[in-house]
């Protein structure tokens, strides 16, 4: 990509930024969750992995800062990093399901949104949500488990009779 297009791209979200912060009365507290997102579209763009967990940390934490700053109440700004941190997992997932390492993002983000959601749970009716989101959760995880995943155990060489010994 050229300098000029570069240049074009940083002026149309700059502007954009802006325009979305006089419209929404959303001041700086938005900019975290919109480089976020600049680095969602690079992801889906490149598929590169090195996008995409920016791209999930800075969104998720940009929507809690967002809606802390609107007046939710309760811990919610690591409730968005934790579930910026599952969507890593779950987009990575959904992108590159050959790549052993996509579950690493579950560890940071079930610890955050535990937080977040315990956080909660003296401001909102919480049991209404968990229950929900925690089957949710559930169902992904083994929606998106492969067949082969379902068994660490098991060897295929295990499947073919043993070859008979030859001499030479």
């Given at each position: 990509m050229n300098s000029d297009r570069i240049l074009g791209f940083a002026?149309?979200?700059?502007?954009?930024?802006?325009?979305?912060?006089?419209?929404?009365?959303?001041?700086?507290?938005m900019i975290p969750g919109l480089i976020g997102l600049?680095?969602?579209?690079?992801?889906v763009r490149t598929r590169?992995?090195?996008?995409?967990?920016?791209?999930?940390?800075?969104?998720?934490?940009?929507?809690?800062?967002?809606?802390?700053?609107?007046?939710?109440?309760?811990?919610?700004?690591?409730?968005?990093l934790g579930v910026g941190f599952l969507s890593i997992a779950v987009i990575g997932r959904l992108g590159d399901a050959d790549w052993p390492g996509?579950?690493?993002?579950?560890?940071?983000g079930g610890i955050l949104t535990t937080v977040g959601t315990v956080g909660l749970a003296d401001t909102w009716d919480v049991g209404r949500y968990v229950v929900p989101?925690?089957?949710?959760l559930v169902g992904a995880s083994l929606v998106l488990r492969r067949s082969g995943d379902?068994?660490?155990?098991?060897?295929?060489?295990?499947?073919?009779?043993?070859?008979?010994?030859?001499r030479h």
């Open positions: 002026l149309i979200g700059i502007g954009g930024v802006l325009l979305l912060g006089t419209l929404t009365g959303v001041g700086g507290e600049g680095f969602l579209a690079a992801y590169s992995y090195g996008f995409l967990v920016p791209a999930g940390i800075l969104t998720g934490l940009g929507v809690g800062i967002v809606l802390a700053g609107r007046g939710v109440a309760g811990d919610i700004v690591p409730l968005g996509w579950w690493w993002p579950l560890i940071p989101a925690a089957l949710i379902r068994s660490a155990d098991h060897d295929p060489s295990r499947d073919q009779p043993p070859r008979p010994a030859t």
